[in-house]
């Protein structure tokens, strides 16, 4: 009797360890894939494996980064939000058209500019504001109220660019100022000068300026500041016990004390700034503002998250996943343009990422439940 029940217990203890490693390899499954698909495209595409090419992508990854950020807490809600799309176009062509008219005007650049970045970013709170209020007060599914709100900013956006998909012609002083922080970097690496701070020397040749590296990207520094906060609230801040409270049930946070109306209306709001963020950042790239910016890579923020883990019933996810996530996409987008395969390839190499991931998160629910049943028959 002594040796079956001994032999049960060995039993036992190895299927229990077998689900614990599934489920660790389940977790990591995004980090261990952004790992390969470097290594691949270093192998086979010419150039992939470069700091330009590797500092070109995080500058790429920075929109889809900062939207994802924002939709990671509201997915982690059991939402998600559909208008942050034209949200961010929204912010865009509020900032450009006011940079525009008060530089025009004589109004000093930098004044100019903060006005503009401080009016986008107000702008995008209003559609933020009514997707919290409709989902957590008239119960209106988050589905169908942002769905209904991303035609509303669509519109709003359009009108004031009357129909154009483009805000440019800003004053030149502007433009300097733009662009000295959208393209510019911390910090700079040019052969035969070494490493150089702050600024990019004027007086470059032209084999100086093909060698050019920006090794910090402002853009880049910006997103990661965002995030870092961001994934600081979540992990570590009453705020983030309650979201994810929330999402694991909506019923046990309200008798938990949790005032679930207006969490909800706070984490739309947040969802909303992250893509006027987004949307800024676009007006310091590329000078100019377009109410188009943000709807393409909708469902690109939408699989960061689903690829970093975040439960789309709600109640689980991490910030770092998030930023595993758009990497992976970032990378495949332009490991297949460097291959020259057609573009069109993308969706449906993204499409078939975004299946696996949710694949492997139930993969890590049931190993994880497999490891709970072993232990509890141990005990």
Partial sequence: MEATTSTQVRRVSRSSTRATTLSVIAQVWPWLFLLVLVTYFSITGTGFFTVRNFSNILVTSTLVMLMATGQTYVIITGGIDLSIGYTVGLASVVSAELMRTLGNNGVDPTLAI??????GLGAVLIPGLANGILIAKVKVPPFIATLGMWGIVRGAAFLLTTGKNVVGDLPADVRAVLRQVGNGSLLYRIEDMGLVWFRQPDDL?????????RLL?????????????????????KFGRRT???GGSKEAALRAGINVERHLIVIYLLSALTAGIAGILHVFRFTAGSPLVGEPVLLDSVAAVVIGGTDLFGGEGRISGTVVGALIIAV??????????DALWQFIV?????????????LREYFEKQQQEHQEEYA
């Fill in 217 to 237: 990207p402002y853009p880049v520094l910006i997103t990661a500041v965002v995030v870092l906060v961001f994934a600081f609230v979540l992990a570590r801040t």
């Fill in 114 to 119: 903060a006005a503009g970045v401080l009016a």
């Fill in 350 to 362: 993204i499409g078939c990422t975004i299946i696996i991931a949710v694949l492997v998160n139930r």
């Fill in 244 to 246: 994810y409270a929330i």
């Fill in 205 to 213: 040749t032209r084999e100086q300026l093909r060698s050019l590296q």
């Fill in 332 to 341: 495949l987008q332009t490991g297949l343009v460097m291959l020259n395969i």
